[in-house]
């Protein structure tokens, strides 16, 4: 090994550390996305609320006209009644009022019924404004946490980035293309160590596939200072630091 797989060693010690920062920034955002998610979702379960609200007023408004025409119709039959001339019709009418009546005091039930529900639907309407409002003032107070300290991840980031930038102008540009390539496949992990077995005649594996690894590429790291990768999973072998 020499020089260029050296940086890349190096390369790959920052490109971790960038990784895990930029991984702390994503989650402190991600924090206050799952918060304003569940205010939303309170905020429409509270339209629904208030949409139920309205269908059951304009259902218990229908009904109660529907009751006073029927008021109406039995404040006539009893008119009728009283003007009768003949015991069929007197018993006619009679079975008529019956009738409307029984009518009118399942409407009336029905009504009951429904104010129930509005006063139901209302009492969780102001348990959900209340849980808005709470959510609300945790939403902002983790926005404030959130925005310190992703003020200060971004500016690790940036000094890391800059290391990053450092290191990458000593790897010449074909070195650090495939570097860029290989991390990009491996969530960051583009340099691996070669790992020994202990043994009659010592083997060799991939330290991220964990592969066998002839030992004449061994040789080659030993010797040479180009990049050999893994031919399973085409990660930058380079020999593990006791070797170096
Ligand atoms: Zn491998």
Redesign the pocket.
């Known amino acids: 090994m020499g020089p260029i797989l050296h940086g890349l060693i190096k390369l790959q010690s920052v490109e971790n550390r960038l990784r895990a920062a930029k991984a702390k920034l994503a989650r402190c955002r991600r924090t206050v996305i799952l918060q304003e998610n569940q205010v939303r979702s309170l905020q429409n379960a509270l339209e629904t609320k208030k949409e139920e609200i309205l269908l059951t007023k304009v259902q218990c408004d229908r009904m109660e006209l529907e009751l006073k025409s029927r008021d109406e119709e039995i404040t006539k039959l009893r008119a009728a009644l009283n003007t009768a001339k003949t015991n069929k019709e007197y018993a006619a009418l009679l079975t008529q009022l019956n009738t409307s009546k029984a009518d009118n005091s399942k409407i009336e039930t029905q009504i009951l019924e429904l104010m129930k529900d509005t006063e139901a639907d209302e009492a969780e309407s102001k348990d959900i404004r209340q849980q808005i409002d709470e959510q609300k003032q945790t939403l902002e107070q983790t926005r404030t946490e959130s925005d310190a300290s992703a003020t200060k991840h971004e500016a690790e980031i940036e000094q890391i980035q800059t290391e990053w930038d450092r290191v990458a102008k000593t790897i010449p540009d074909d070195s650090l293309e495939i570097f860029r390539r290989v991390a990009e496949t491996y969530d960051g992990q583009a340099v691996?160590g070669v790992e020994q077995q202990e043994g009659r005649t010592p083997t060799y594996s991939?330290g991220?596939?964990f592969?066998n690894i002839a030992a004449e590429c061994v040789n080659l790291l030993m010797t040479k200072d180009d990049i050999i990768r893994?031919p399973?999973?085409t990660?930058i072998l380079v020999l593990s630091e006791p070797q170096v």
């Open positions: 691996v991939c991220g596939c592969m893994c399973n999973c990660r």
